[in-house]
């Protein structure tokens, strides 16, 4: 079935520093979403990307959609000890939501 | 926003022993929750789509008689876990899709067999 392959697998930066994700698929995508989960909480859905070389930011956060549709990106400027958790990319795909391996973020004051 | 509530958020059982999870749409109509699974530091995988009204669809290798999914209103889904074993210590989370994009997902239920 479909797999979106997520990399890296842990990050771990100074605070200030900046932080990027990476999603890919082997096959084109119908669209990608983001989600972020703190330690000991739920995943919160950021942002869907569905158009070919979309980009969209949220404050400090820029996504991306590859112009083939088959990676995206999550980065993010400057972190701060509250951009802690794993960020997790996902496809919709015909009846359901598949997730990537997530990206685990933790931060040095 | 919409949001999904998900009791309980942690429940100790023995093994052998029951356990219900209930999910709930406070102000929206789910006619569709999923149903997931996470194990310490990994992905979430989806256990099951739960359907109002009809039979739930269950994901390859998950058991229908052990994850027993029950949808009886446009607001309630219910996982239980029948004869819970240690294995089957997890983080359950269940969650809906909201308009044309985005789901929203509960807060997770931790749930410990001993």
């Given at each position: 079935?479909?797999?979106?392959?997520?990399i890296p697998?842990?990050?771990?930066?100074q605070?200030?520093?900046?932080?990027?994700?990476?999603c890919n698929?082997s096959?084109?995508?119908s669209?990608?979403?983001?989600y972020?989960q703190?330690?000991?909480?739920h995943p919160?859905?950021?942002?869907?990307?569905?158009?070919?070389?979309?980009?969209?930011?949220?404050k400090?956060l820029t996504?991306?959609?590859?112009e083939?549709?088959?990676?995206?990106s999550?980065?993010?400027?400057?972190t701060q000890?509250?951009?802690?958790?794993?960020?997790?990319?996902?496809?919709?795909?015909a009846q359901?939501?598949v997730?990537?391996?997530?990206t685990?973020?933790?931060?040095?004051? | 926003?919409?949001?999904?509530?998900?009791h309980?958020?942690?429940v100790?059982?023995?093994?052998?022993?029951s356990?219900?999870i209930?999910?709930?749409s406070?102000d929206?109509?789910?006619?569709?929750?999923?149903w997931?699974?996470q194990?310490?530091?990994?992905s979430?995988?989806?256990?099951?789509?739960?359907?109002e009204?009809?039979k739930?669809?269950?994901?390859?290798?998950?058991?229908?008689?052990?994850f027993?999914i029950?949808?009886?209103?446009?607001?309630?889904?219910?996982?239980?876990?029948?004869?819970?074993?240690?294995?089957?210590?997890?983080?359950?989370?269940?969650?809906?899709?909201?308009?044309?994009?985005?789901?929203t997902f509960?807060?997770g239920?931790?749930?410990?067999?001993?």
């Amino acid at each position: 079935g479909q797999q979106v392959m997520q990399i890296p697998q842990y990050q771990h930066v100074q605070e200030g520093e900046d932080f990027t994700t990476y999603c890919n698929s082997s096959t084109t995508l119908s669209n990608i979403q983001w989600y972020k989960q703190r330690p000991g909480g739920h995943p919160v859905f950021l942002i869907q990307l569905v158009k070919s070389g979309e980009v969209k930011k949220q404050k400090r956060l820029t996504f991306q959609f590859g112009e083939a549709k088959k990676n995206s990106s999550l980065h993010i400027t400057a972190t701060q000890t509250t951009d802690v958790g794993t960020y997790f990319c996902a496809e919709q795909g015909a009846q359901k939501l598949v997730f990537g391996q997530g990206t685990r973020l933790t931060i040095n004051p | 926003g919409a949001v999904v509530s998900q009791h309980p958020s942690r429940v100790i059982c023995k093994s052998g022993t029951s356990v219900k999870i209930e999910c709930r749409s406070l102000d929206f109509q789910a006619t569709t929750m999923f149903w997931y699974r996470q194990f310490p530091k990994k992905s979430l995988m989806l256990m099951a789509t739960s359907n109002e009204g009809s039979k739930a669809t269950y994901e390859q290798g998950v058991e229908k008689d052990k994850f027993l999914i029950n949808h009886a209103s446009l607001t309630l889904s219910t996982l239980t876990v029948t004869s819970a074993h240690p294995e089957d210590s997890s983080f359950y989370i269940c969650s809906a899709r909201v308009g044309a994009q985005g789901y929203t997902f509960g807060s997770g239920t931790r749930l410990t067999v001993v």
